[in-house]
């Protein structure tokens, strides 16, 4: 399975961004069964979870974001979605997504945001 994750940019304080997680390889058939997360890493930072959603579809949320993303998956389109609103500078990082399934884990590129105050 690859992960390609896009959809970053450079967006002002406020703004809104939407990442997309889109997987492709030996998903046919078996893309539903899998729970995607939402990593990010700033710099000097360790990388944190900031958000996930099941196979079920329930989402879960660091702190740190909730009330301003959402998480959505489109199993027909095999793509995982971050909208991100009311977006800090503290936000900043390099955005990774992973998908997991089991003892199985794959992990894609990173996508940066850059949130300018």
């Known amino acids: 399975v690859q992960l390609q994750a896009s959809g970053g940019g450079l967006v002002q304080a406020g703004g809104s961004l939407r990442l997309s997680c889109a997987a492709s390889g030996d998903t046919y058939d078996h893309f539903n069964d899998y729970a995607i997360g939402w990593f990010r890493q700033a710099p000097g930072k360790e990388r944190e979870g900031v958000s996930c959603?099941?196979?079920?579809?329930?989402?879960h949320y660091a702190e740190s974001v909730k009330g301003r993303f959402t998480i959505s998956r489109d199993d027909a389109k095999n793509t995982v979605y971050l909208q991100m609103n009311s977006l800090k500078p503290e936000d900043t990082a390099v955005y990774f997504c992973?998908?997991?399934?089991?003892?199985?884990?794959?992990w894609g590129q990173g996508t940066l945001v850059t949130v300018s105050s």
């Open positions: 959603i099941g196979s079920d579809g329930r989402p």
């Open positions: 992973r998908a997991e399934r089991g003892p199985i884990t794959y």
